[in-house]
C-alpha cells in the first residue's frame, strides 16, 4: 500500500508543478503580440496539463499492480509523455519570446 500511496503522490506532485508551468506560459503568451504566438504558448501547456492528468490517471489505475512489467511499461510511458510535452513548451515559450520581446 505504501508504494501505491507513493506513486500516486508523485504523479499528483508531477501535476501541481505542470500546473505553475501553464501558470508562467499564460504569462508568456501575455507578452505575445500575436494570436498565433499565444495559441501556440496556450496549447503546449494545454498539452502538458492534458499530459500531466493521464500520469495522475494511470498512475491510480496501475499502481495496485505495479509489479506487473507492463503496468510499468505504462507508468514510464506516461511519465514520457508528460516530459516531452514539458519540454514542447519550455522550447514553445522560449522560441514565442524570442519572436514577441526582440
Same mark, same amino acid.
Given at each position: ?6 506513486? $500516486?503522490?508523485?504523479?499528483?506532485? =508531477?501535476?501541481?508543478?505542470? @500546473? ?7 504569462? =508568456? ?11 501556440? =504558448? $496556450? ?8 499530459? @500531466? ?45 524570442? $519572436?514577441?520581446?526582440?
Amino acid at each position: 500500500m505504501f508504494l501505491q500511496d507513493t506513486l $500516486i503522490a508523485l504523479a499528483k506532485a =508531477v501535476a501541481s508543478a505542470t @500546473a505553475t508551468l501553464v501558470l508562467k506560459a499564460k504569462e =508568456v503568451s501575455n507578452k505575445c503580440d500575436s494570436q498565433a504566438d499565444k495559441n501556440a =504558448v $496556450i496549447g503546449s501547456a494545454t498539452q502538458c496539463a492534458l499530459a @500531466a492528468s493521464q500520469l495522475v490517471a494511470c498512475t491510480k489505475v496501475v499502481a495496485p499492480t505495479f509489479s506487473n512489467p507492463e503496468c510499468q511499461e505504462q507508468l514510464v510511458e506516461a511519465a514520457k509523455q508528460v516530459a516531452k510535452s514539458v519540454e514542447n513548451v519550455a522550447e514553445t515559450g522560449q522560441v514565442r519570446l524570442l $519572436i514577441c520581446c526582440y
